[in-house]
């Protein structure tokens, strides 16, 4: 479904000067960034491969229900990065349509990503106490949907292992991978058992439980994903999903969508759009909210409903997110409050 960009921008169907000119440019946002010399070390060299053409961009169709194009949110990410973020028409998936092919994205990851995220090239203790953190709530948020105890859970991207930890600590087997050695190496010092690569590393029938937190919205092949995450679960096993939530935009980066992008993402996620991913897949929803976590079962007889599941008060709340970085800023915040306070249940 995709096509080299080719400089040609036909495909989408909103006028790129649309888009307000602070989420086009990059200057006067980058003056405010701060970022570390590893960060910006990893920024220029990042923007060198794009505008040399060594990495090369192609136009993606939405993965749920194949629509070209979309309404363009923004052409720039946190760090100034070309990423074009457009909202579909037709199911409100919000995704990165010009993305870069799988080999750049894997050096992306193996180069450039915990240098231009984190600053750093190994887990610092504070990064896996921050995890911890994180595993914490994740358990304390699926118990009640999910029996943890002695169960095999499995975490595909895990980082250093301190959300498996948490499972650990409520008496969890767990099991881990990911492609950041150094971050594995920090895990296995905790004693978990980790191991590098994506989940094809994983063995076939062994899950009861398999974890992606903040992992998904990286994923560029979710069809082949989804297989894979149906090939490790057991035939009860359960699909936990943690992503960032759309509608946290106002509160976590005070209503700036610009703070929100980042070029690793490639989709962002609310409840109902999450849900409808997972059922594209394969996947039914046995609970789910709007911060945004998820359950999901395999089930074969699931289909998308676009029409039950659409999202109409999605591009209201981003425009709103927009108008409050600019106008009446209080008092479009307390708006945005008001008005989405059912969203985040
Ligand atoms: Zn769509």
Redesign the pocket.
């Known amino acids: 479904m995709s096509s080299p960009r080719s400089g040609n921008w036909q495909n989408l169907r909103v006028p790129v000067n649309r888009v307000p000119r602070r989420l086009r440019e990059s200057s006067a946002h980058l003056r405010r960034l701060n970022l570390t010399a590893v960060q910006a070390n990893a920024r220029n060299e990042l923007l060198e491969k794009i505008r040399s053409g060594k990495w090369v961009e192609n136009q993606t169709a ?1 993965p ?4 070209d194009g ?1 309404r363009v949110i923004a052409e720039i990410d946190r760090y100034g990065i070309p990423v074009t973020t457009v909202i ?6 919000i995704r990165t349509v010009n993305q870069l092919r799988e080999s750049d994205y894997a050096e992306f990851y193996s180069s450039f990503y915990r240098s231009l995220y984190d600053g750093a090239l190994h887990a610092s203790p504070k990064f896996v106490d921050e995890q911890i953190v994180r595993g914490r709530r994740l358990v304390r948020i699926i118990s009640r949907h999910i029996d943890l105890d002695g169960k095999l859970v499995v975490e595909v991207g895990c980082g250093a292992g301190g959300v498996l930890r948490a499972f650990q600590e409520v008496g969890s087997q767990v099991f881990g991978c990911d492609y950041g050695e150094e971050y594995l190496e920090a895990g296995r010092r905790l004693g978990l058992d980790l191991v590098r690569g994506g989940i094809s590393e994983i063995p076939t029938g062994i899950a009861d439980v398999i974890v992606y937190s903040h992992v998904l919205e990286h994923i560029q092949d979710l069809k082949g994903e989804f297989d894979e995450i149906r090939r490790v679960l057991k035939p009860a096993g359960k699909l936990v999903v943690e992503v960032p939530g759309v509608y946290k935009i106002h509160r976590q980066y005070a209503g700036d969508i610009l703070e929100y992008l980042q070029n690793a993402h490639l989709y962002h996620f609310t409840r109902q759009t999450l849900t409808l991913i997972c059922s594209k897949f394969g996947f039914s929803e046995v609970w789910s909210n709007q911060h945004v976590y998820g359950v999901f079962s395999p089930d074969n007889d699931v289909r998308p409903s ?1 029409r039950a599941r659409k999202d109409v008060r999605l591009r209201p709340y981003l425009f709103l997110c927009r108008l409050s970085r600019h106008f009446l800023r209080a008092l479009t915040q307390l708006l945005i409050r008001n008005t989405y306070r059912g969203a985040q249940s």
């Open positions: 939405c749920v229900c194949g629509a979309g579909c028409k037709v199911c409100s998936l676009i």
